[in-house]
């Protein structure tokens, strides 16, 4: 079975480092309608639609999206990076046969710590044997984390931005 991947993001340096990290398909929101690019990407690639839809953004974009989906499909709901959180129609949800997963992973440190310890312990040893990497956008020194929360809000950061404690950070690598 093959897994595509098609995501949205806005600027010429990230819709290339997707496509450097392996997505199928990249769309550039500022200039595309995603959910008919979406819909291109999906007829060309011989598929019917969408099984499982990973959504850190809200609002619009997952309303819209979820015309995109399967029957039988998987909403994995991790955020409302957009600011609006979405209505998802339980009588869509049910017709559709979907399957609503909800993740806040920060609540497991009050329902389940032991489960966000061994995640924590998993992700840490998947990073020192290399099977994951950490994309690094910019760092910044402690003096300047109004620059690290300007470059997030003007979408300026391609990875993660880190702040670093210390004399000896280098300023905006």
């Known amino acids: ?22 997505a199928d398909h990249v769309i550039d929101s500022s200039k595309e309608n995603v959910i ?10 011989g598929l ?9 953004v809200g609002g619009k974009l997952t309303q819209d999206s979820l015309k995109l989906l399967n029957w039988g499909a998987h909403i994995l709901l991790i955020g409302f990076a957009s ?8 009588n869509i949800a049910l017709i ?4 609503i997963h909800g993740l806040y992973w920060g609540s497991y440190l009050t329902h389940r710590p032991a489960v966000l310890i061994d995640s924590l312990n998993e992700l840490l040893s998947w990073l020192s044997k290399g099977l994951i990497t ?13 620059l690290a929360f300007a470059d997030l809000r003007d979408r ?8 670093v404690m210390g004399s000896s950070a280098k300023s905006r690598l």
């Open 96 to 99: 559709k046969n979907w399957t």
């Open 36 to 45: 008919e690019s979406a819909k291109s990407f999906l007829k060309a690639s």
């Open 134 to 146: 950490v994309k690094l956008s910019h760092t910044y020194r402690l003096a300047e984390a109004h």
């Open 1 to 22: 079975m093959r897994c595509y991947c098609y995501c949205s993001c806005q600027g010429v340096e990230k819709l290339q480092y997707l496509k450097s990290i392996g």
């Open 156 to 163: 300026k950061a391609v990875g993660k931005v880190m702040i």
């Open 48 to 56: 019917k639609g969408v099984d499982v839809l990973y959504d850190p």
């Open 83 to 90: 600011g609006d959180i979405p209505v998802i129609r339980a």
